[in-house]
């Protein structure tokens, strides 16, 4: 999520709001993340929310002046991958922002911080059930997450 935030920030389009919780026990306890930018950050055609599922990857709502206004749903066909690396995530928003274009590109190459990402989120799950992580945190080191994100469970 840092990365992905950071990122955006460089390109000088930080989204209005960023949400970053997982889901219930229910649900499987798995995470995801929503940005969005109001139609102030847009230049007055509607807003865009970008939203990360864990399993599933990206999608992305072109949505009205209002927040609950959405107009489009739909998976962001540009990334091939769940975990895309943040640089391409900030491409993809970049042209969605500024344009509400989706970008004619596919990214297939897959963040290099994935498996330790997918690691914590498997780890955090096996805590929550009352079992020990399998992970490198339960030997007492503590792996990154790309180059800025330090491992921490996202979900309390």
């Known amino acids: 999520m840092r990365a992905v935030d950071e990122a955006l920030a460089a390109r000088g389009i930080p989204p209005g709001s960023v949400r970053a919780d997982c889901t219930g026990r229910d ?3 798995t995470t995801y993340m929503w940005l969005t930018w109001d139609v ?3 230049g007055g055609r509607g807003g865009i929310r970008l939203h990360w ?3 599933q990857g990206w999608f992305y709502a072109l949505i009205g002046t209002g927040p609950q206004d959405v107009l489009l749903y739909t998976v962001l066909p540009t990334f091939r991958t769940i975990f895309p690396a943040p640089g391409n995530v900030a491409d993809v928003a970049e042209q969605l922002v500024r344009f509400r274009t989706v970008p ?3 990214h297939r190459t897959e963040w ?3 498996a330790a990402v997918r690691a914590a989120a498997r780890d955090y799950r096996r805590t929550a059930f009352g ?3 399998n992970g490198p945190q339960g030997s007492g ?3 990154k997450m790309g180059s800025e994100i330090t491992e921490r469970a996202a979900c309390n």
């Open 27 to 29: 649900d499987g306890l």
């Open 40 to 42: 102030s950050r847009t």
């Open 53 to 55: 599922k864990e399993r």
């Open 104 to 106: 004619d590109v596919e």
């Open 112 to 114: 290099d911080g994935a």
């Open 131 to 133: 079992l020990s992580p």
């Open 141 to 143: 080191a503590e792996p």
